[in-house]
């Protein structure tokens, strides 16, 4: 059975930033991902010979914290600023998945490799993944949008706290689906010429994005998502269905008769709609298990809303606490 000090369930930004902190710090920390890549929500399609972001499109930056990260990968020229000047919206080169990809190399991980349960072994734990391999840790670290974590919580053998029981238990998600439409090279749209819209749309449609225009695709793709109203109405209907019904209110704003394929993206958790007030949560007292991600506010966040700068942080202020937690361990 493979050993580490920290196994950390998820290799979204959250999961990965934390992971690398702790890296550096010379934890001996893996990363357990359900997927084939790093990213979870920082997501990028290819589809034919182009790219199409499905996840996130942008982010930007409030504190002073996650600006010293975002200037070193726009030196890196892993990300450059896309659009906006009063508020910066920065764009990743080659798609929002590669931005993880970068930050996850040299950071120990493992994909294809979803986590079942969590098992208590004297002062350990025993991570089991769905496969039935298993990883023995000191500590075990979530970052899973909150209702997933929950669920694991529940179906493993560890202590929750009624309180953290609870705090988890109010945090919810939006869902949300996105299409995506692949048209002839030549043909233009009616969007803005940075290929980004996301006001004076049809209702139902939060945001149209052309990724060629936007510098990730050779190909013209068009992400079109939906506002969080329609993706509750829609999400359990066939993709044709809801395919059409995003088409029927657009054709306005693209030349249909150039559409070459379309596909349909379903995230059950997109963004958190209730969140907690503190940047990470430690269920129990007696336990060394902890939970971040984007729905994890420090107090005083600007913006208020889950988004990728709270998963930076939350990311981060968790590996700080247990790397603190790490040092007391070894020097008592
Ligand atoms: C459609 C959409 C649009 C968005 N737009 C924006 C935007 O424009 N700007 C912005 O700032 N934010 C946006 N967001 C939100 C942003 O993407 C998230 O806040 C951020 O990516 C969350 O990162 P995270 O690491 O906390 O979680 P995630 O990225 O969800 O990472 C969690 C990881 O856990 C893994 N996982 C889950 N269960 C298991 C398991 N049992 N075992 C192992 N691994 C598991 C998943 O595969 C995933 O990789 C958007 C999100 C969506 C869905």
Redesign the pocket.
């Known amino acids: 059975m493979r050993k580490v000090d920290v196994a950390i369930?998820?290799?979204?930004?959250?999961?990965?930033l934390a992971a690398r902190k702790l890296t550096e710090d010379g934890v001996n920390a893996l990363v357990?991902?359900?997927?084939k890549s790093?990213?979870?929500?920082?997501?990028t399609r290819r589809i034919g010979d182009g790219r199409a972001d499905?996840?996130?499109?942008?982010?930007?930056v409030r504190t002073d914290q996650f600006q010293q990260f975002v200037d070193k990968w726009e030196q890196n020229q892993w990300i450059s600023r896309w659009f906006g000047d009063k508020h910066a919206r920065y764009k990743a080169t080659n798609g929002?998945n590669q931005l993880v990809k970068n930050l996850a190399s040299g950071v120990p991980h493992q994909l294809n490799?979803?986590?079942?349960r969590i098992e208590r072994s004297e002062e350990e734990y025993v991570v089991i993944?769905?496969k039935g391999e298993r990883v023995q840790a000191s500590l075990v670290l979530f970052?899973?949008?909150a209702p997933?974590?929950l669920q694991?919580l529940e179906s493993s053998d560890v202590h929750v706290s009624d309180q953290s029981h609870q705090s988890l238990n109010q945090i919810t998600f939006n869902p949300?689906v996105?299409g995506l439409l692949t048209l002839k090279k030549e043909d233009e749209t009616r969007l803005p010429p940075e290929g980004h819209k996301d006001s004076d749309l049809p209702d139902g449609i939060e945001?149209m994005v052309d990724n060629r225009v936007k510098g990730i695709s050779d190909e013209r793709i068009i992400t079109v998502?939906a506002s969080p109203d329609f993706s509750k109405s829609f999400y359990h209907y066939e993709d044709e269905a809801v395919l059409a019904e995003l088409l029927k209110r657009i054709e306005h704003l693209l030349p249909f008769e150039s559409l070459v394929s379309q596909q349909l993206?379903r995230?059950r958790?997109?963004?958190a709609v209730h969140f907690h007030d503190h940047p990470f949560l430690n269920v129990s007292e007696k336990e060394a298990v902890f939970v971040?991600?984007?729905?994890f506010l420090h107090e005083n966040d600007q913006a208020g809303r889950?988004?990728?700068?709270?998963?930076v942080l939350?990311?981060l202020a968790v590996a700080e606490e247990i790397k603190q937690l790490m040092k007391r361990k070894t020097s008592t």
């Open positions: 369930v998820g290799g979204g930004i959250a999961g990965i357990l991902d359900k997927s790093v990213g979870g929500r920082l997501a499905h996840g996130a499109q942008f982010f930007t929002m490799s979803k986590v079942e993944l769905e970052t899973p949008p997933q974590t694991i949300a996105v945001r998502s993206k995230w958790y997109a963004q971040a991600g984007d729905a889950t988004r990728i700068e709270s998963a939350s990311g």
